[in-house]
């Protein structure tokens, strides 16, 4: 079993800035992608940014030039720092971890999710 968790979350002003961390622990070979996702009140689930094992980073347009993604291998973390928040940046924030799993008959590949945290930019 491999858990998240998630740090960073808050209320904020619009303008201000926030860092996400998320720790992955248990059960773990290697990590593949990491990804930040977020929702909405009334909205679904998007992408905000992503991490790859060979740090190819994309991003949602929203976030581009505000948002940084990054990752720390050897302490299994991503990072979201996040600049000049929005009041439309108010979501719950959810941490996604793609990785390798050893087991008897060999790696398996898997997914896991945070338990997610606020984020709250009020104007």
């Known amino acids: 079993q491999v858990q998240l968790v998630e740090s960073g979350g808050g209320l904020v002003q619009a303008g201000g800035s926030l860092r996400l961390s998320c720790a992955a622990s248990g059960s773990i070979f290697s990590i593949d992608a990491m990804a930040w996702y977020r929702q909405a009140p009334g909205k679904q689930r998007e992408l905000v940014a992503a991490?790859?094992?060979?740090?190819?980073?994309n991003y949602a347009d929203s976030v581009k030039g505000r948002f940084t993604i990054s990752r720390d291998n050897a302490k299994n973390t991503v990072y979201l720092q996040m600049k000049s928040l929005k009041p439309e940046d108010t979501a719950v924030y959810y941490c996604n971890v793609h990785y390798y799993s050893e087991y008897a008959r060999g790696v398996r590949y898997l997914e896991v999710w945070g338990q997610g945290t606020l984020i709250t930019v009020s104007s």
């Open positions: 991490i790859t094992s060979g740090t190819s980073i």
